[in-house]
């Protein structure tokens, strides 16, 4: 297994004479020395060396429900003397989510410890929930736990990290707690710790620092081109500012024409601008004290539409249910969104697919979107209508993708007239029954063993010889298949780097990374050719439908060792860079 020692962008700076001491500003990761779990119901007992650790309420013997806690520990002493907290994030890979009822928001909080502790063992002295510190200062949250299995939750600890620094502590202490504890409810948050069989999946602390935090900040990022027809385009972004009322400037070079907008709340903005494919935008940011952001460019990109093969427009549909099949030649690393819901898309074929998309009785609009790693590549939409009829037999399976080998779960159910007595499955549509069945008890399974997007056809015969169909399809891909893209997603990333195009780089990267990453490559900027050079061809570590891990080497005080990169794929399809 590939074991990461320390992050690639502290490895580069060190390379160059730029570590976090000489640096007064950056991205530093707090190095995790501790973390463990403490239970009410157990006050004696310590739990420190357990892969995972749990946060919230957990039923007791007693019938009660009791809070379980976890006390993490980061040794900070990396971040410069006399430096300020700009941002802190707290981060998280969950384990899953646990509780007694889906319909209740799970939330938690994060304190600061008001000092020391030991996380010891399960059988040597440690930590307990009766010899636990206290805490001290503002609290963190609360937080609402929405993510998956595997994904990370960020929870922003920038106050208690900052509190913790001005006091000159070394080493910071997080309790991660139940928000409500005196709830009778079934509640907890599980996440991987450092004994975790893999690692780089244990808690982190991610600290950008600056000389000062005082003045205003005010940078454009994440910017996308929206195509709505012809040259009407919508130039889409973000902005982070200490300041409010940020107003946002775009310029289309090539014309000279100017559009303006106000930032929301969060810093999202959209203007919408005429432009050609090749036109090159200007975007500048100016906040309520007219601090103003550097201007950031993007160049409109060419538009490839994607098409509708069915339904077409206008069509009148027997049904609330229907699947939406197109064609896209799309860029590589790609989404297709339909309606708000991500296509499964064939790359192989440019062929993508949407099942069981429901309709409303009358008219219904169908908008197909393409995303790639830089923005929207193409909008259509059509209109078909419905009479609102419910399907006599419909199938939808429980996962909508995986990866190879795929054991697939469908669902099936008939409308309360239908008179089934048998059903037959077609699970990869090449027109010959794969299964054949009397005993209709609403469950189905398949294996696939190789990449692509299959149509599964089910057709039902009632008692009086009729027949109905349903289809539903799945998404099945290979761990090779997704390393080759996270693979070329790395490689674009370094060509923009050494290329000096920071802003365009910034795009392959999350929302969150972007904001620790970006003073980090600016810090670099110019040195990137003599970075890359010293690193190998990436290797796969961990290559999964959501989340995915390469390892590249580079040679350290004449000893090889292995970083990772870390990747994340959106809900619109698109993989981007997460961790470096």
């Known amino acids: 297994m590939l074991k990461s020692t320390c992050s690639w962008l502290s490895v580069a700076l060190c390379a160059l004479g730029l570590g976090a001491n000489a640096a007064r500003a950056g991205v530093v990761n707090g190095t995790l020395t501790a973390d463990v779990y403490i239970k009410q119901e157990n006050p004696n007992n310590s739990y420190g060396i357990h892969p995972v650790a749990l946060a ?83 609290q963190a949250g609360p937080f609402v736990v929405g993510v998956e299995a595997g994904e990370w939750l960020e929870l922003d600890v920038t106050q208690q990290v900052a509190d913790s620094t001005a006091a000159g502590d070394q080493f910071v202490g997080l309790r991660v707690a139940a928000a409500d504890e005196n709830e009778d409810l079934f509640k907890v948050f599980t996440f991987f710790t450092k004994e975790a069989a893999n690692p780089s999946l244990a808690p982190q602390l991610v600290i950008e620092y600056s000389d000062s935090a005082s003045p205003a900040t005010l940078a454009s990022h994440l910017l996308f081109v929206d195509h709505l027809g012809g040259t009407s385009r919508v130039i889409r972004g973000g902005v982070t500012s200490t300041e409010p009322l940020v107003s946002i400037q775009v310029t289309n070079n090539a014309t000279g024409q100017s559009a303006g907008a106000t930032a929301d709340d969060l810093g999202a903005f959209s203007v919408p601008i005429t432009a050609n494919v090749g036109d090159t935008i200007l975007v500048v940011a100016t906040d309520g004290s007219g601090n103003q952001s550097g201007t950031q460019s993007i160049v409109v990109p060419t538009v490839t539409t994607p098409s509708i093969f069915t339904p077409t427009n206008g069509a009148s549909l027997t049904s609330t249910e229907v699947m939406v099949v197109g064609f896209a030649s799309s860029p590589s690393n790609s989404g297709i969104m339909v309606n708000g819901k991500r296509a499964l898309f064939n790359p192989a074929t440019n062929i993508y697919v949407l099942p069981n998309l429901l309709l409303a009785t009358g008219a219904n609009d ?41 054991d697939a779960e469908f669902e099936y159910k008939f409308a309360p007239t239908a008179n089934p007595v048998s059903i037959a499955v077609d699970f990869d549509n090449d027109g010959t029954d794969d299964f054949v069945t009397t005993t209709l008890d609403g469950m189905l399974s398949n294996t696939y063993s190789s990449d692509g997007v299959f149509v599964v056809r089910l057709t039902m015969t009632d008692d009086q010889g009729a027949t109905a169909e349903a289809l539903t399809a799945v998404e099945v891909f290979s761990p090779a298949t997704v390393t080759v893209v996270v693979s070329n997603l790395w490689s674009e990333l370094n060509t923009r780097l050494m290329a000096g195009d920071v802003s365009n780089a910034l795009r392959l990267l999350t929302p969150a990374a972007q904001r620790k990453y970006q003073p980090v490559f600016n810090t670099l900027l110019g040195s990137f050719p003599t970075i890359v050079a010293t690193y190998s061809a990436p290797q796969e570590h961990i290559a999964g439908g959501s989340y995915a891990e390469i390892g590249i080497t580079r040679s350290v005080d004449g000893q090889d060792r292995v970083f990772l990169i870390g990747f994340v794929k959106g809900e619109d399809g698109v993989w981007h860079i997460a961790t470096l």
């Open 56 to 138: 919230g309420l957990l039923p007791a013997k007693s019938g009660a429900h009791l809070p379980i806690r976890t006390l993490i520990k980061f040794d900070v002493g990396i971040l410069p003397d006399g430096v300020s907290i700009v941002s802190a994030t707290l981060r998280l890979n969950s384990e899953g989510i646990y509780d007694e009822s889906t319909e209740e928001d799970r939330e938690l909080v994060v304190s600061r410890l008001s000092s020391d502790f030991n996380e010891g063992n399960n059988t040597s002295a440690g930590v307990t929930w009766a010899t636990q510190p206290g805490v001290v200062g503002a």
């Open 366 to 406: 169908i908008e197909v979107s393409g995303v790639s790693q830089d923005g929207h590549f193409g909008t259509l939409q059509i209109t078909v209508n419905s009479n609102g009829a419910e399907p006599v037999v419909s199938v939808m399976p429980k996962a909508q993708s995986g990866t190879t080998p795929f």
